[in-house]
């Protein structure tokens, strides 16, 4: 069966002209056997590789387990930790002591919000009641405050609209008020939060304020709306997710029309487009996006394909070749892999289901091209098979044959590139 898991080079080729160059390639880890009979809609990975995986399922490998699971790097369910929430978990983030919040719409172990050590006991919140509807999104603040959204309309009895503050000792923070306003719009709320390190928040969703209705905008650190955050973010319906990134950047994403059409867009930090970004756009809902150590942007959604890799500048990365049948719903990354978790079946070519983990490698690349005739040496999994194929459209794939990767590397020869202007190569492990 072949896969296509390791995108390993491309090259565009010009005559009598080295190139050097490391790119990413993507392969399924084979490795991780994870399995989940259900949709995943939210992950974390800890320090020690870990991944917490929350929401709508009640079996992972086969054995029973609701809602919420902790595996362990192999994929394997850690048994120890056996927290069952009896309805979805739809966001989890962890604190310095390497406890998790637990967000949905459960109503045990605690209503709505959970919070977990890292050996599996809940912890005790001083909240007598929890939020009168379920929490969509959540963000920890570096005091330990943790900052909830969501449909939600009061919290522990007391009025919240969407977005709601809780301190390190688990009680409703009254020095905060959310500034929101209620709206009959269905399914109205915060659905994205981010805290910058000024301590003001980044709220996406379908929001109402005293201004009019608002898709992003910014909270000061007591609750009420930033006025130095522009309106002019560009169009968006919906947004699913933000993320504060470099040189006082923010990177928004979710859906951009009422046709569906899902983007991904940075802005300034006061709020403007930034122009010197290419907006991607999608014919499906972007629903998480992850930053990976060149810059680079894994976006991940409803759209074709699941998943989709940007670079840096935010346009499309066109040697990106992994791809699922379903929609993706969560993405973590490390330092060289990504976790994903969704409603899919398949990734590339590999039956995974619900939860899936990417290896992300950097290959050293070496090409020549002499008289016409382009070479090249790529670095690969000693002793795998790899298929080589050209492209000029990235649309319709040649094959160049087959290839055994040695300690030397993968080593192949293209003849028929005298009359392209440009081509690229990929390898794609043999399974």
Known sequence: MKSPTALSTLATVVALTILQQNSFSTEVDPTFSAQVNGTVYALHVDASGNVYAGGQFNSVNGSPRNNLARLNPSGAVDASFAIQPDAAVLTISADNSGSIYAGGAFNAPSRHLAKISSGGQVLPLALQSSTS????????????????????????????????????????????????????????GADALAIQSD??????????????????????????????????VGSILYTKVSVSAADNKILVAGVRSSGGEGFVRRLNGDGTVDLFFHESTFNGSVEAIALLSDGSIIAAGSFSGGLAKLNPDGSLDMAWNITTDGP???????????????????????????????????????????????QARITGEPGKTYEIEATEDFQSWTSLGIAIATEAGIQFADPNTRACGHRFFRARLIE
């Open 199 to 232: 301590g003001k928040i980044l709220v996406g969703g379908y929001l109402n304020t005293a201004d009019g209705q608002r898709s992003l905008l910014r909270l000061n650190a007591d609750g009420s709306v930033d006025a130095t955050f522009s309106t002019e």
């Open 133 to 188: 509807s379920r929490i969509d999104c959540l963000a920890l603040s570096s005091d330990g405050s943790v900052v909830i959204g969501g449909p939600f309309r009061s919290l522990a009895g007391t009025p919240a609209i969407h977005v709601a503050k809780i301190s390190s000792a688990g009680q409703v923070d009254s020095a905060f008020e959310s500034s929101l306003l209620s709206s009959a719009a269905f399914e109205a």
């Open 328 to 374: 993706v719903r969560a993405v973590a990354a490390t330092e060289n892999q990504i976790i994903i978790g969704g409603a899919f079946t398949k990734v590339g070519n590999r039956a995974q289901r619900g939860i899936a983990r990417i290896n992300l490698q950097n290959r050293d690349v070496v090409a020549t091209s002499l008289n016409g005739k382009f």
